[in-house]
């Protein structure tokens, strides 16, 4: 069936390295990806998307990574701090009808280290 | 970016009784969703909130046990009814903005014990 999975359910990293969560996904209909961080006690927060006419996407300390021919999506954290530590979902949607489906990978959890 | 106000934040119920969940948008919004999220694991939906039509559920999910209301672009409620144990959750409402209408933003959940 459809899935997206996380190749790492938990990442620890030093503060001020770099950090790169990764994702797959299993359905080649997909044509947007979304990157969501959910800290302790709150809802996911939308970070950053991509859709499937790019390969990368850069935002502030962050960048998206898109290789459709492996269908395997990445985020990486540039200079990580403390604040970053949450658990990390990435979603693929794709059309389903008159609506768009979003499917959930399962959740990396990233902890910083001082 | 919308701002969406979630009510109750927590709450502790009898098993057979219902809890009603609020969610608010502080702008008009397209798209409105229910999830459930155990703690520690990824988001399930569970519905799609139409306004002015019946919710679009998932498998699994049905009407009797999480009727939905919107009445508006900005307003939507979820019930969980006759609750037992098993519907201790987080419950999380989300907004979609165009063009993918897919989830953009998160209320901060209502984490629901049935004991």
């Known amino acids: 069936g459809e899935s997206v999975g996380l190749h790492l359910p938990t990442l620890s990293v030093q503060e001020g390295d770099n950090s790169i969560i990764n994702c797959a996904y299993s359905?080649?209909?997909?044509?947007?990806f979304i990157w969501y961080k959910q800290e302790s006690g709150k809802g996911p927060q939308f970070i950053i998307d991509i859709r499937s006419n790019m390969d990368k996407r850069q935002g502030q300390r962050v960048t998206v990574l898109l290789n459709k021919t492996v269908k395997h999506l990445s985020l990486q954290i540039a200079a990580t701090q403390p604040g970053d530590s949450a658990v990390y979902f990435c979603?693929?949607?794709?059309?389903?009808?008159?609506?768009?489906?979003?499917?959930w990978g399962l959740g990396t959890s990233l902890a910083v280290n001082p | 970016s919308a701002v969406i106000s979630q009510k109750p934040s927590r709450d502790i119920c009898q098993r057979g009784t219902s809890l009603t969940i609020q969610c608010q948008v502080d702008s008009q919004v397209t798209m409105m969703f229910w999830y459930r999220q155990q703690p520690g694991q990824s988001l399930t939906l569970i519905a799609t909130?139409?306004?002015?039509?019946?919710?679009?559920?998932e498998s699994g999910f049905v009407i009797d046990k999480f009727p939905i209301s919107r009445p508006n672009l900005t307003f939507s409620t979820l019930t969980v009814s006759n609750m037992s144990p098993e519907d201790s959750s987080i419950y999380l409402c989300s907004v979609g903005n165009r063009p993918e209408n897919t989830e953009a933003f998160f209320g901060q959940g209502t984490r629901l014990t049935v004991v």
């Open positions: 909130a139409n306004q002015g039509s019946e919710a679009t559920y």
């Open positions: 359905n080649s209909a997909s044509d947007y």
């Open positions: 979603a693929e949607s794709h059309n389903a009808g008159n609506n768009r489906k979003l499917i």
